[in-house]
């Protein structure tokens, strides 16, 4: 069968699979999602796992792709590269079923202190599963890094009002007034009457020291009544320690007890 695309170049499946789909839908692209070929194409062609291993120019075109990649092609098998080093291309592809991929993936090599061994030996001496390997490998890391993964992030910085300009203050006042009334008009409170604003959270809640411990320190709002919408009649100041422990576990008074030992037992022997 011989399918004439936009730019005149015909296309011919004999792959029987790919016949059928094409029987049935033609040439429009979009009835193709879902199937298996189009996944395929939509992987190498727009993911960015896809676009860093890089595909001939001409397989922007779905119809010459699917022609391109049709021999042993079936809805239960994945498209990959015989050359893990090289593109996909017509002569770099092949459709395999997954305990394949597997099978193979555990023969695949990394050079690691000098030595060049294979992820299912690297998997059993440092007690790594296949599957963060898999991960790893998949997403173009560095050997190294595939056996002794990435360093973390660093945590983001708590910072205190006190510590910041006034317009970043009040812009962070703003975002959260406006991330309190966008959940609790989904929750369904009220987000009307005594409402907190941004007025009310930089005067009376950061610029406040903690309800609980009594520092200035990495000040925020904490909730009274969880259940209640954050007006100004349910907020009080807490710092970032103090509204953590709290979480919903214990009431305003037993916090304040909390928060009074803290001070006093720990706080304030720092300073000593």
């Known amino acids: 069968m011989t399918i004439k695309m936009s730019n005149h170049v015909p296309v011919l499946l004999k792959n029987d699979v790919l016949l059928n789909l094409y029987s049935e839908y033609g040439n429009r692209v979009k009835l193709y999602r879902?199937?298996?070929?189009?996944?395929?194409?939509?992987?190498?062609?727009?993911?960015?796992?896809?676009?860093?291993?890089?595909?001939?120019?001409?397989?922007?075109d779905f119809f010459l792709f699917m022609e391109q990649v049709q021999n042993g092609y079936s809805g239960d098998k994945y498209l990959q590269r015989i050359d893990q080093s090289l593109p996909y291309s017509p002569s770099?592809?092949?459709?395999?079923?997954?305990?394949?991929?597997?099978?193979?993936?555990?023969l695949?090599?990394?050079?690691?202190?000098?030595?060049?061994?294979?992820?299912?030996?690297?998997?059993?001496?440092?007690?790594?599963?296949?599957?963060?390997?898999?991960s790893r490998r998949s997403k173009g890391w560095k050997d190294s890094e595939i056996v002794e993964g990435r360093p973390r992030l660093s945590k983001r910085v708590i910072h205190s009002a006190?510590?910041?300009?006034y317009q970043k203050v009040r812009n962070k006042a703003s975002k959260m007034v406006s991330s309190y009334k966008f959940s609790d008009k989904s929750k369904g409170l009220n987000v009307e009457n005594n409402y907190v604003d941004v007025e009310y959270i930089i005067n009376s809640i950061f610029?406040?020291?903690?309800?609980?411990?009594?520092?200035?320190?990495?000040?925020?709002c904490d909730r009274i009544d969880n259940s209640l919408s954050p007006s100004k009649d349910n907020l009080v100041p807490a710092c970032y320690s103090c509204n953590v422990i709290r979480g919903d576990r214990f009431s305003v008074k037993e916090m304040g007890i909390i928060g009074e030992f803290l001070r006093l037992s720990v706080y304030d022997k720092r300073l000593e």
């Not at 879902?34 to 120019?57: A, C, E, L, Q, Y």
């Not at 006190?162 to 300009?165: A, G, R, T, V, Y």
């Not at 610029?207 to 925020?220: A, D, F, H, P, Q």
Request: hydrophobic share 25%; net charge positive; glycine share 6%.
């Open 34 to 60: 879902d199937t298996r070929i189009h996944n395929s194409f939509r992987s190498v062609r727009f993911t960015k796992k896809g676009k860093d291993k890089g595909s001939p120019p001409e397989w922007v």
């Open 207 to 220: 610029y406040k020291n903690c309800n609980y411990c009594g520092t200035l320190e990495r000040i925020g």
């Open 108 to 134: 695949a090599t990394v050079t690691y202190k000098g030595k060049t061994v294979t992820l299912k030996e690297i998997s059993s001496e440092y007690e790594i599963s296949m599957n963060t390997l898999k």
């Open 162 to 165: 006190q510590d910041l300009e």
């Open 92 to 106: 770099n592809f092949m459709w395999s079923y997954p305990e394949d991929v597997y099978s193979q993936l555990k």
